[in-house]
T-cell receptor
Framework: EDKVVQSPLSLVVHEGDTVTLNCSYE??????LLWYKQEKKAPTFLFML????IEKKSGRLSSILDKKELFSILNITATQTGDSAVYLC?????????????FGKGTKLSVKP | GAGVSQSPRYKVAKRGQDVALRCDPI?????LFWYQQALGQGPEFLTY????????KSGLPSDRFFAERPEGSVSTLKIQRTQQEDSAVYLC?????????????FGPGTRLTVL
């Protein structure tokens, strides 16, 4: 059975800290891995990763994929209170309905001032 | 609008009632997905449309759940004879192409509470 596991499930840090969120997966016919940020509204897209070892960056956020070890990490540097959210990791595979996403449970990040 | 919209944002139903949830995808997006997100969980796939064709409904939990997209744009998810276990946030997402690496864009969801 395809599955995506995120860790930790929750995390509390102070502003300025650096955090690393983990996502491991067991999915047949892997196509891509995506990270989303979910506040009390729609999940918003952060990154899509398809190739191993290529880091994607957007401001203070970065992510990398390891297709051999079947995991990805999301790094956030110099955290701010606005980074508080649930971060969702999802994997798309070639099977199923043409790329529906298989999600982990998410990591709830709380950034304290 | 620029994004995916859903209505209503909140819905309270008595057990046994029927509900209809609406999704307006981004204009021109071919693919449309429905997901169910229970409290503290990640979204789980329900069904997928490519234009007006429902190509996968393997995630629908029971035959009380029905979805349609008759003109290939707006979609409606209908739940008949709601049960308490149907309480969740229902997310709609759209994607530009039917087979691509493009990301899915999510709507804000409809929070359904069944009493």
């Amino acid at each position: 059975e395809d599955k995506v596991v995120q860790s930790p499930l929750s995390l509390v840090v102070h502003e300025g800290d650096t955090v690393t969120l983990n996502c491991s997966y067991e999915v047949t016919n892997f196509r891509s891995l995506l990270w989303y940020k979910q506040e009390k509204k729609a999940p918003t897209f952060l990154f899509m990763l398809t190739s191993s070892g290529i880091e994607k960056k957007s401001g203070r956020l970065s992510s990398i994929l390891d297709k051999k070890e079947l995991f990805s990490i999301l790094n956030i540097t110099a955290t701010q209170t606005g980074d508080s959210a649930v971060y969702l990791c999802a994997v798309a595979n070639y099977g199923g309905s043409q790329g529906n996403l298989i999600f982990g449970k998410g990591t709830k990040l709380s950034v304290k001032p | 609008g620029a994004g995916v919209s859903q209505s209503p944002r909140y819905k309270v139903a008595k057990r046994g009632q029927d509900v209809a949830l609406r999704c307006d995808p981004i204009s021109g997006h071919v693919s449309l997905f429905w997901y169910q997100q229970a409290l503290g969980q990640g979204p789980e796939f329900l069904t997928y449309f490519q234009n007006e064709a429902q190509l996968d409904k393997s995630g629908l939990p029971s035959d009380r759940f029905f979805a349609e997209r008759p003109e290939g744009s707006v979609s409606t998810l209908k739940i008949q004879r709601t049960q308490q276990e149907d309480s969740a946030v229902y997310l709609c997402a759209s994607r530009l192409q039917e087979w691509a690496y493009n990301e899915q864009f999510f709507g804000p969801g409809t929070r359904l509470t069944v009493l």
